[in-house]
């Protein structure tokens, strides 16, 4: 038995050389490079003016509003999805999933098509686009937890005395606290580092750190000044993750276990009114400013047009951007989805490695995407790893993007396969690598093809990293739309806005395929655990 | 005194039973048996008001409760798998429904050291949940529902899963706690012996339906 896990050690810990190889490469080294330039030539000076402090607040506190216009978007939704059946359900959680996984660009530019021009560049046009990014994600996420709390718990309370009110804030609340916690934290840090957005809805007036790491860098030519803000990001949410660790770890013991469904058939009118009014209105918020693009692609100032959308399909510059962007999210997503299943495998076949995949699968969520190209720019631009030109550098930039997605949707399904039939599958004379592929692989195919879909539109919508390192040889879709958007002229907008709605319609293809895949549904889960 | 009059339960849409009727007398220990999907615990559920019924009414000391909501009942169900809020102790458990009531802290604390010695648990007030075995988490599920002076107690297989050495003990130890306090009870349970050992009369859910 000793000498089985010795086996299976030896094997996880060489399985997870590979992952741990690119993330050191491609996130832990160009962001030592980062931090390593504060002590050579760096001035500390930069962190004085007062405009960056400006810069720095206005990043911290617009993160904050949004994150709490976000959670409350999302609260009605949750209560709704986790407590009642009804119809039209999971097409609700589909819909309001897909903002999430738009790309940050096409939000941005969004919310430039249904404001009214006088709300542009205005902190509220930020946060109400970053509370629409991530509404759906809190909303499904904590909707997802609420499911899971014993719908017989809500009973024993009311059977001591406990009316609706009080039941919700003496046992919802505190069971939902860590998954609210959790979800927070993440709605904040991409908020706190929102990228796309920004530069699309804040303009020179709204910077946040992100922008401004990007301004400097690129358009003033400061990189030591760029650097010196990634370092302040990285320092910033870093903390903010490790306080948020500690925090969970304090609660991780306190979970139940459904036995039953707590959502229930509705069974008033006020019910039905409620639902009816959540469902509409989360719809109705998420399909407007998705209209509005699909609005401005046939809409000059001289009215309808389809000019547009005709040289998008006739121009060679769009396609190439298409064919680079379709190609990269290919490359993109074998690369991740390789390297998160490798990852979650030796979490899940070794305890001890748990920690190290948890922390290196963090680090890319951590360091903001901007702050990953500045560093691999700053890293790969001497010879012999001169790599800046070279057209593997953008899908490995998005696999390490994309990584923490992936190994977080692959992880949990691993781990709910009982271990027995991992031991039964040994005593019956298996391999340890024999054991993976016929008992856990074929499990966890569905959730690896989610996984790969997911990181798909991460690649394709992604902005930040690729503003740094694309060349204008293989522009990405995201750097086109913004490049078209940038200059004068009705046509070359309405362009812009034909490829956003391409876009969208990937990202929604996304969602509903993975949706339809049965070991994604949270609803299906939920039962499945019943 | 507990009367169930006439109530008809749907599972599904479908009926589970029709006019169903029950008296409990005030201080009475009755134990209702019948086969595993009969309806024994649904029934306890209308009674303690977290399920609908399709008809019928419930009368407690002459005062109609049908439509009354769980919370103002006064009615203690101790359920099969205990359902112990897992983000709180035992102690605050136990001193969840006198903490809602508005009770100061030094009665609170009198009253769960109390409750704690009837169930002998007086170390674990600290304790969480989640760490508790099957015969405390079960023995500080009685100790919850009594804190909260229900005017009837349901039970619903309380004793199931546990082996027969503390079956026996806890069997024993939870006759002499309600006997004690006087307090109305309805124990529901699938095991003859179990119902015959701890109840004043013993009846069979298919006996209540007219």
Redesign the interface.
């Known amino acids: 038995m000793r000498q089985t896990r010795t086996r299976r050690s030896k094997f996880v810990k060489s399985l997870l050389a590979l992952p741990t190889l690119f993330v050191l490469a491609f996130v832990v080294v160009p962001v030592a490079n980062i931090l390593g330039r504060t002590f050579e030539d760096i001035s500390l000076s930069l962190l004085r003016s007062s405009a960056i402090h400006q810069v720095i607040w206005f990043t911290t506190w617009q993160a904050v509003a949004s994150t709490m216009v976000a959670l409350a978007l999302a609260a009605p939704i949750a209560f709704c999805v986790a407590n009642f059946k009804f119809k039209g359900q999971r097409l609700l959680t589909s819909l309001t999933s897909i903002p999430f996984i738009l790309p940050s660009i096409v939000v941005g530019i969004a919310f430039l098509g249904i404001l009214p021009g006088s709300m542009h560049r205005t902190a509220f046009a930020l946060i109400i686009a970053h509370a629409y990014f991530n509404f759906g994600f809190a909303a499904r996420t904590i909707g997802n937890r609420w499911l899971q709390i014993h719908p017989h718990l809500d009973d024993a309370a009311r059977i001591l005395g406990a009316s609706p009110a009080k039941l919700f804030s003496t046992v919802t609340l505190p069971i939902l606290r860590r998954s609210i916690v959790n979800t927070s934290l993440i709605v904040f840090t991409l908020s706190f580092t929102s990228y796309g957005v920004v530069r699309m809805l804040g303009g020179p007036a709204r910077s946040t750190i992100e922008t401004e790491i990007y301004f400097r860098a690129m358009q003033l030519g400061d990189v030591s000044g760029a650097v010196l803000l990634s370092i302040v990001q990285i320092l910033l949410v870093g903390l903010l993750f490790l306080i948020s660790t500690r925090f969970g770890s304090r609660d991780s013991r306190r979970v139940s276990t459904p036995t039953v469904s707590r959502q229930k058939r509705i069974d008033s009118t006020k019910n039905r009114t409620v639902i009816a009014l959540v469902g509409l209105g989360a719809i109705g918020f998420t399909v407007l400013p998705l209209l509005a693009i699909l609005n401005k692609s046939l809409r000059t100032s001289k009215g309808f047009t389809l000019e547009g959308w005709r040289l998008v399909v006739s121009s060679n510059e769009l396609w190439r951007g298409l064919s680079t962007s379709f190609i990269y999210a290919f490359g993109a997503l074998i690369i991740a989805v390789l390297l998160a299943t490798i990852a979650a495998t030796a979490a899940v076949y070794d305890e001890n490695t748990a920690g190290l995949v948890g922390v290196l699968t963090s680090l890319p969520i951590v360091v903001s995407s901007v702050s990953i190209g500045l560093g691999v720019l700053i890293t790969f631009d001497t010879p012999p790893f001169d790599w800046r030109g070279s057209q593997l550098m953008l899908p490995l930039a998005h696999a390490m993007i994309a990584l923490p997605l992936a190994v977080r949707m692959i992880t949990p399904v691993l781990q709910g396969i009982p271990a027995s039939l991992r031991q039964a599958s040994s005593v019956l004379g298996a391999t340890t690598w024999q054991t993976w592929r016929t008992i856990d692989l074929p499990i966890i195919r569905r959730t690896i093809v989610s996984a790969a879909a997911i990181c798909a539109a991460v690649s394709l919508g992604e902005f930040g990293a690729s503003s740094f390192l694309v060349r204008q040889s293989n522009e990405t879709l995201p750097v086109l739309i913004s490049r078209l958007l940038s200059r004068p002229g009705d046509i070359l907008q309405t362009q812009a806005f034909a490829l956003s709605v391409i876009l969208v319609l990937f990202s929604a293809g996304i969602i509903f395929v993975i949706d339809s895949s049965e070991d994604f549904s949270p609803a299906k889960r939920t039962a499945n655990n019943a | 005194m507990l009367e169930v009059r006439a109530i008809s339960i749907e599972y599904d849409s479908k009926p589970l039973f029709t006019d169903l009727s029950l008296t409990i007398n005030t201080g009475e220990i009755v134990a209702l048996t019948g086969d595993s999907g009969s309806g024994k615990t649904t029934l306890l559920?209308c009674i303690?008001?977290?399920e609908?019924m399709a008809s019928g009414s419930i009368i407690l000391d002459h005062a109609d409760i049908t439509d009354q909501?769980?919370?103002?009942?006064?009615?203690?169900?101790v359920?099969q798998?205990n359902?112990l809020?897992?983000?709180l102790s035992v102690g605050q458990n136990i001193a969840?429904?006198l903490?809602?009531?508005g009770t100061d802290k030094k009665t609170i604390q009198a009253k769960v050291a109390h409750a704690l010695e009837l169930v002998g648990l007086e170390n674990l007030a600290n304790r969480?949940v989640?760490n508790l075995s099957g015969g405390e988490a079960k023995r500080v599920a009685v100790a919850?529902?009594l804190v909260?002076e229900p005017r009837v107690l349901l039970l619903d297989e309380p004793l199931n899963g546990l082996d027969s050495r503390l079956h026996a003990k806890l069997l024993k130890d939870l006759g002499e706690l309600i006997r004690d306090r006087g307090v109305t009870t309805l124990h529901v349970t699938h095991d003859h012996d179990e119902a015959a050992a701890i109840a004043d009369r013993v009846i069979d859910l298919h006996q209540l339906i007219s």
């Open positions: 559920r303690a008001g977290v609908n909501p769980a919370h103002l009942r006064r009615i203690g169900l359920f798998d359902q809020f897992p983000h969840y429904s903490k809602l009531k969480e989640v919850r529902a909260a």
